[in-house]
């Protein structure tokens, strides 16, 4: 059998190992939270996580064909980004993935069951490019603010003139 | 010999849970974009608070007072003395956790010690120590550890990782309010000179110009006669506003964001534009020129303190009533301490609307009404004329703001004035909106810019819900009533939902309001053409 279809048959298994194992990198106390509240709007990070993660196996079961797969990693990513880890552990959760497909396909004969490394390496290589998009989006976000909030009163104060009111509003 | 593990059984011996380590022995990592910069000694100088000094977070010595043990200490004294329930939040709970899941830094960060029940664990564990017989003699047996430096800066770290929004306080079955347990943890903070540089700076400016940016009151009059000049473009009507002017009947206070940040500003517009339509006898004043009160993250006296000039005014001016503009934590102050703390001047009445002659009893007490209940009111009477096609381009939603929502218990005003001036409008989920609504993430003076990270986790759960309207009914812009919202939420939607942009209540008043004489309006307050208008704004560039 090909492993696409022993991983479309044992999707959900999958999906809720990887869960368990991105879980498992919060505290004791966190991960039993993300787990049990299943309502997506008190449980928004195990929500998205969910949402992410069936997005992205979904994606390795198309073959890796379809160039959808960045808004799943940015679900999950985006989150990531701005809680208390560092690149390479809030990235981490990718590289379970070959794991966790190989131990569920190989216990049934897959064919081809190679090919996930690349798919999988592929979604790593995706993923940096998501992280830094969102760290960029923080910084930006940060000196946008700071120039929302000085940007009327050096307007009156005319600090300003060089810059043309019509092209600042554009621009922002 | 030795047998060589197979890789399958490495992999199991990779352990991905964080190490365990007992709470009270964790010690908090100072990572920037995670806390607020130290407050600078001229601010607290300003007015009057102890131990202004130059300090780092990040350095290892904050320079505390060599006696600071013994002022904390005694500062819990003094305070388990004055409040009733300080000292009961101190010994009541049970820790059942019907709060744990309900913080939004919890839910957005996962760090337990944001557990509301975790983050009163962390002065309670203090209170033991010092207060209780088992806890003196017991030690961490019973809950309780010792005060040390290392405890003050994780009680600092956490202090500023509550907004105070209260939403834990609806599930506690006892009732235990942690923002009032933060209130007073950041007033013993205070005692040791360690308040930050984001709340002292509108303090000291608020305390010596009248608003949180310093702005004087020239250039405060100038930037309400520039918003005159926009509606005019707009509109071709110019409200005539007044300053300083004795003998009005009504003192208009707005928060100063309002009238210095977009997109606060478009909101002022609004509030000028149905002023005037109104033919309101009003007044600004330039000296009681902020609705906030950033005393109150400082502590109740400074928060009495500040208060104060919004009175003073009334009574210089003589005006019978005041009308508060949109904002959170003003109204929070108003309708829950401002009532103990000071008696109004003589001349204020019961306020009474001069249009439709409606007397508003609950702010008998204060006579300071919000001017949403004012507009609601307006509606309900049928005397503004509105186009909500107008704001066709906009599908809106609506954020209730703590402070307004939870605190005040204000639901449906808002909302009856956001379907009066607009014609597509959908809540949020209700567990996430009106006494359950999730905050912004940035409230309690932690709105500043180098807290970017931790705002953009306690914000999450509140952009989720955003996020889920925007997906499902196409939401382009969230509506809210306080202007830390409008400053906040604004950055936080860029991060999490960019395609939705956020405006205050009045900035749609403004907008669908038909005014007389005006001419045909091809564009909104933002200079955005209006719907069908588009060829029109085109031919006008």
């Known amino acids: 059998m090909r492993w696409v279809d022993t991983l479309e048959r044992n999707k959900q298994k999958v999906i809720e190992t990887w869960f368990q194992k991105i879980i498992e990198t919060y505290p004791e106390e966190t991960a039993k939270f993300l787990k049990a509240q299943k309502n997506p709007f008190l449980n928004p990070v195990g929500g998205a996580i969910r949402e992410g993660l069936e997005g992205i196996v979904n994606w390795i079961i198309s073959g890796g064909k379809s160039e959808e797969v960045i808004p799943f990693l940015d679900r999950i990513i985006r989150i990531r980004a701005i809680q208390e880890f560092k690149p390479s552990e809030a990235l981490q959760f990718i590289i379970e993935l070959k794991v966790i497909i190989r131990n569920i396909c190989s216990q049934e004969s897959s064919v081809g069951l190679e090919a996930v490394d690349a798919l999988v390496d592929k979604l790593l290589m995706e993923s940096f490019d998501v992280f830094s998009k969102c760290r960029e989006d923080l910084y930006e976000i940060r000196v946008q603010e700071i120039k929302d909030k000085t940007f009327r009163l050096l307007q009156r104060a005319g600090v300003l003139y060089e810059i043309s009111p019509e092209s600042e509003q554009r621009d922002r | ?541």
């Open chain 2, 1 to 541: 010999m030795a047998s060589v593990p197979k890789p399958n059984e490495l992999v199991k011996t990779i352990n991905h849970t964080p190490p365990e380590t007992w709470w009270m022995d964790k010690k908090v990592e100072f990572r920037p974009g995670t806390f607020c910069n130290a407050s600078r000694p001229q601010y607290l100088e300003a007015v009057g608070l102890p131990f202004a000094r130059e300090w780092r977070v990040t350095e290892d010595d904050w320079k505390l007072p060599s006696n600071w043990k013994e002022i904390y200490i005694n500062g819990i004294k003094e305070r388990l003395e004055r409040f009733r329930t300080f000292k009961v939040f101190m010994d009541i709970c049970v820790r059942c956790g019907a709060c744990a899941d309900k913080c939004h830094f919890f839910i957005g960060s996962g760090d337990p010690k944001n557990m509301p029940v975790l983050r009163a664990e962390l002065l309670r564990s203090i209170y033991r120590r010092y207060f209780t017989t088992s806890g003196k003699l017991l030690g961490r047996t019973a809950g309780a550890r010792d005060l040390t430096e290392e405890t003050f800066k994780e009680l600092w770290y956490y202090f500023f990782q509550c907004t105070e929004c209260r939403r834990c306080s609806l599930f506690c079955p006892y009732g235990i309010d942690t923002a009032e347990i933060t209130i007073i943890g950041r007033e013993l903070i205070n005692l040791l000179g360690c308040n930050i540089d984001w709340i002292m700076g509108p303090v000291s400016n608020c305390y010596r110009v009248g608003n949180h940016l310093g702005i004087q009151p020239h250039a405060f009059r100038d930037m309400i006669e520039f918003f005159c000049d926009e509606i005019e473009g707009v509109t071709g009507v110019r409200p005539e506003p007044s300053f300083n002017r004795k003998g009005a009947e009504i003192l208009f206070v707005t928060p100063s964001g309002d009238v210095f940040a977009d997109p606060g500003t478009y909101t002022c517009m609004g509030y000028l534009m149905l002023f005037h339509e109104l033919g309101l006898d009003y007044t600004w004043s330039t000296y009681a020129s902020e609705g906030g009160n950033f005393g109150f993250f400082t502590s109740h006296e400074m928060a009495k303190r500040l208060h104060y000039k919004i009175y003073a005014e009334a009574e210089r001016l003589g005006v019978k009533f005041i009308i508060g503009g949109e904002c959170g934590h003003m109204w929070r102050l108003l309708h829950q301490y401002l009532a103990t703390w000071w008696k109004p001047p003589k001349n204020l009445e019961v306020p009474v609307s001069p249009i439709t002659g409606t007397r508003f009893e609950h702010a008998k007490s204060t006579k300071i009404i919000h001017i949403v209940e004012f507009t609601a009111d307006l509606i309900k009477h049928g005397k503004l004329k509105l186009d909500p096609s107008r704001n066709d381009n906009l599908i809106v939603t609506f954020h209730d703001s703590c402070n307004v929502s939870r605190g005040m218990g204000m639901f449906e005003e808002p909302r009856y004035v956001l379907k009066n001036v607009c014609n597509n409008f959908y809540d949020m989920p209700p567990e996430t909106i009106r006494e359950q609504t999730f905050c912004c993430g940035s409230g309690s003076g932690l709105n500043t810019d180098e807290y970017m990270e931790m705002r953009m986790r306690g914000g999450m759960p509140r952009a989720n819900a955003v996020r889920h309207v925007n997906e499902k009914y196409g939401v382009n812009m969230l509506a809210c009533i306080c202007a830390i919202d409008r400053a906040v939420l604004t950055p936080l939607m860029r991060y999490w939902v960019p395609d939705v942009q956020v405006c205050g209540l009045h900035e749609l008043v403004g907008n669908a309001l038909i005014m007389t004489g005006e001419q045909t309006r091809t564009t909104n307050l933002r200079g955005e053409p209006l719907p069908g208008m588009e060829e029109e704004t085109d031919e006008d560039l």
